[in-house]
């Protein structure tokens, strides 16, 4: 298991953007796979986007676009730079994260977004 540290949420007012940060807390050599949650009030955690350790990113079909996801490999941080936020938007975001491709995941503490008029 990893242990995930996020940070970069906050409030927002739709239009605008945020850029969220997950990382490891310890040092960790290469991680095989990285990504974004989401779980807003009432509804189920559901897939933002992924990023390989080949750089291979996948994504939500509403969030491509509007959100790209990146990843430092020498720090294995991974990015989710978001844009155009709206009210729809506003969840608790998780970082994950896999070890091997054969590890079980590893989730982050999660980091509030809140898009509001």
């Known amino acids: 298991q990893v242990q995930l540290v996020e940070s970069g949420g906050g409030l927002v007012q739709p239009g605008g953007s945020l850029r969220l940060s997950c990382a490891p807390s310890?040092?960790?050599?290469?991680?095989?796979?990285m990504g974004w949650y989401r779980q807003a009030p009432g509804k189920q955690r559901e897939l933002v986007a992924t990023?390989?350790?080949?750089?291979?990113?996948t994504y939500r079909d509403s969030e491509k676009g509007r959100f790209t996801i990146s990843r430092n490999g020498a720090e294995n941080t991974v990015y989710l730079q978001m844009n155009s936020l709206t009210p729809e938007d506003t969840a608790v975001y998780y970082c994950?994260?896999?070890?091997?491709?054969?590890?079980?995941?590893?989730w982050g503490q999660g980091t509030q977004v809140t898009v509001f008029s």
């Open positions: 990023i390989n350790d080949e750089g291979t990113s």
């Open positions: 310890g040092r960790i050599r290469n991680l095989y796979s």
């Open positions: 994950n994260a896999r070890l091997y491709s054969f590890s079980p995941v590893s």
